[in-house]
């Protein structure tokens, strides 16, 4: 069976998953500011107020994506301590270090992703 991480590596994961926290919470803190909804009473001309409707799209898509993001990240944090935690859930495999330290929410190793197994 393949041994997934080292005490090491689990400690260095568990502190970039706890910094990647904290750096998407405030993310999330700003995008709920920017798509607060935009008042009719604003004197802002009409070309203004539709780029700034488009600019509230965009910001509640990235606020979407930061929430799923944060979701997927505190998931890690708690399986973090588990035996499977760094194996490839499609094949077993150990998911490389370096991957995990980009993307502690990896769940697939870089073989299954591209398709190759």
Do not use: W
């Not at 009473?41 to 488009?54: L, T, V, Y």
């Not at 301590?81 to 980009?102: H, N």
């Amino acid at each position: 069976m393949t041994t997934a991480l080292s005490p090491e590596e689990r400690e260095q994961i568990r502190a970039r998953i706890e910094k990647s926290i904290s750096k998407t919470e405030k993310l999330i803190a700003e995008y709920t500011e920017l798509t607060k909804p935009i008042s009719p009473e604003n004197a802002i001309g009409r070309i203004s107020r539709m780029d700034a409707i488009n600019n509230k799209s965009v910001n509640e898509a990235a606020l979407r994506n930061a929430k799923n993001k944060l979701q997927r990240i505190k998931r890690s944090l708690n399986e973090l301590d588990s035996e499977a935690f760094g194996l490839c859930r499609q094949c077993g495999e150990r998911i490389e270090f370096k991957k995990l330290l980009v993307m502690p929410e990896s769940v697939r190793c870089v073989s299954c992703v591209k398709g190759d197994r």
